[in-house]
Nanobody, 116 residues
Framework: QVQLVESGGGLVQAGGSLRLSCAASVSTFSIYTMGWYRQAPGKTREFVATITVDGTTNYADSVKGRFTIDRDNAKKAVNLQMNSLKPEDTAVYYC??????????WGQGTQVTVSS
């Protein structure tokens, strides 16, 4: 069973920045696709960004140009740099790991609140 531990959430004013990190307890981190999803109150969980084993990134249209995902295979971590934050970015952010077989696992989530 993989364990994912997120950190870096908090309260920030609109226009500010936060950096989320997720540490994974896996033996071979480099073979996994990593990503971030978020869930706002009363809404379904939605895709934010992913990064594949070769470093290819993909972003939701709503965060393109503002968020950057990266991974550190040596530290078995994935990060999400969030700039120019908006109140609509307020949500619980979940780290996701996808194995080569397609199995998804999730972290416990970290709250991000952006005040206007």
């Amino acid at each position: 069973q993989v364990q994912l531990v997120e950190s870096g959430g908090g309260l920030v004013q609109a226009g500010g920045s936060l950096r989320l990190s997720c540490a994974a307890s896996v033996s071979t981190f480099s073979i996994y696709t990593m990503g971030w999803y978020r869930q706002a109150p009363g809404k379904t969980r939605e895709f934010v960004a992913t990064i594949t084993v070769d470093g290819t990134t993909n972003y939701a249209d709503s965060v393109k140009g503002r968020f950057t995902i990266d991974r550190d295979n040596a530290k078995k971590a994935v990060n999400l740099q969030m700039n120019s934050l908006k109140p609509e970015d307020t949500a619980v952010y979940y780290c996701m790991i996808r194995s080569p077989s397609g199995r998804l696992q999730w972290g416990q989530g970290t709250q991000v609140t952006v005040s206007s």
